[in-house]
Every structure is written in C-alpha cells, then in structure tokens.
C-alpha cells in the first residue's frame, strides 16, 4: 500500500514537473511582466505567421508604450494581426484608429488604404447585402482625395471598378427578376435606375431593350383605358432604341414592337374617330 502511495506521488510530482516544463513559451513570456522580452516575441510571433500570439502580446505592450515612439509600430503591426486573421471589421477599426492616433505618421497612408481593403475583404457575393462594397468604395474614394500621388491609387481605382461592377450585377439581378415576375413596372423602374447609377455599364445594349420590351409587356397587360398611352411610350423607346443600337441582335424584336405597338395606337385612334362620327351624326 505505502509503495503504491509511493508511486502515485511520485508519478504526480512528475506530472506536475512535466506540465511546467511544458509550459509553452509564449505562456512565460506572456506572464513574465518584461516588456523587453514581451516586445522582441510579440515581433518574433508576427514575422512566423503566428498572429494570435503577437496580437495577445501587442494587447500588453499597447499600454505599457503609452507615448513613446515604440507605440507608433506596435499598433500599425498590431491592426495587421487582425487583418491576417481574417478579422476584417477589427482590422478596419484598428487601421482607422492608427490613421488618427498618429496621424502624422509616414505609415498613415498604408494604414489607410489597409482600412478600405479590409472592407473590400467583407464585401460578399453580389446577391447579398451590399453594405461593406459601397463602405469600401467610400473609403478608397476618400484614400485617392487624401492621397493623390499614392503608388497605390491605381489598386484603389480598380477595386473601385470591381466593387462598382457588383453593385451593378446586384441591381440588374433584381430588374431582371421582376422582369420574370411580370412585374413589369418594378422592372422598369429598376433597369432606368442602373442607367443613371451606371452610365458606362457594359449592359446599357441588353439593359435598354429589356426596358423596351417591359414597356411593350405592360402596354399589352394593362386595362384599356392605359393601353394606349402604354403603347406610345413603347413607340418613343423601340424608335430610340434602333436608333441608338442599328445592328443590334434584338432589332427585329424590338421593330416587330414598335410595328405592333403602331398598330394598336392606330386602332385607337380610330375607334376614337368612329364614336366621335358617331356622335355627330346622331
């Protein structure tokens, strides 16, 4: 019995001596209260990709820092951690925080355009909510007005360009489904809006007569007291339409519109002449 006591303390001391000679370094370093030695790691850990370290150990700098130069490149180092780890909103905030904290800094700029990238990061597929495209928009557009000369101006106009082309994927995506929903107005509405929004979209062709043909679809399904006013806007955009676009693929459709759409104003223009006869005969 004492011998098995014996070996059960023995197996705990060794235990307990294992478990502290395991302790990791960057425990020790972290309890170690050496701002020198928690300095020299939270850089070693950056420059080895271990970003959760360094991030932990900058956390103790950061106040330990307070008001020497020091601070200017543990913060900046510290931003990137969380960009690194794919945090983007805590980088964005962090980057931001850097570009006002030390606004004087030669890393300002870098800070900045980090700022926009980061939420450039958060910018999803163009289904989805677009919130952080146009955030990162604004914030490439202020970087280019701040920084003109920047090296990295032509990045930031180009993801500008991408972040643009998204918006745009997004609202043609919602024309074309109330196209398909025969929400014709709503389609309309939506396609004239990207026009404005978008003047140099690559779609203006596809987009213009996909306005056309939702006028000539709702002319067509609208009560009859609409119908003709309907039917004349389908006339103003099928004749600007080929005038605009004479060797577009759609032009036999869109003419065959105006074609019909002629017809129907004739038809009531007609109908118009007959009951006014009619009245005056009477």
Known sequence: MNRTFYFFCLFGFFSVLSLSSCRTEFERVRVSGNTDLIYKKAFEYNEEGDYLKAQTLFELLIPAYRGKKELEQIYFTYAYTYFYEKKFLLAAYYFDNF??????????????????????SMSPGYRLDQTYTKKAIDDFQLFINTFPESERVTDANKLIDE?????????????????????????????????KDF????????VRYLITKASFLLAENSIAAKQEERYQIVQKKTLEFLNKYKNSTY?????????KS?????????????????????
């Open 99 to 120: 570009s006002t904290t030390f606004s004087a800094s030669p890393l300002r700029e870098e800070a900045e355009f980090m700022s926009a990238y980061s939420h450039y």
């Open 163 to 195: 972040l643009r082309l998204k918006l745009e994927q997004k609202v043609f995506a919602e024309g074309d489904l109330y196209f398909n929903l025969t929400q014709y107005q709503a389609a309309i509405l939506t396609f004239e809006n990207m026009l």
């Open 199 to 206: 003047p140099e979209t690559r779609r203006s062709e596809q």
């Open 251 to 259: 032009s036999e459709e869109v003419r065959s519109m105006n074609e």
């Open 262 to 282: 002629l017809i129907k104003i004739k038809s009531f223009e007609n109908e118009r002449y007959q009951n006014q006869s009619a009245g005056s005969g009477s």
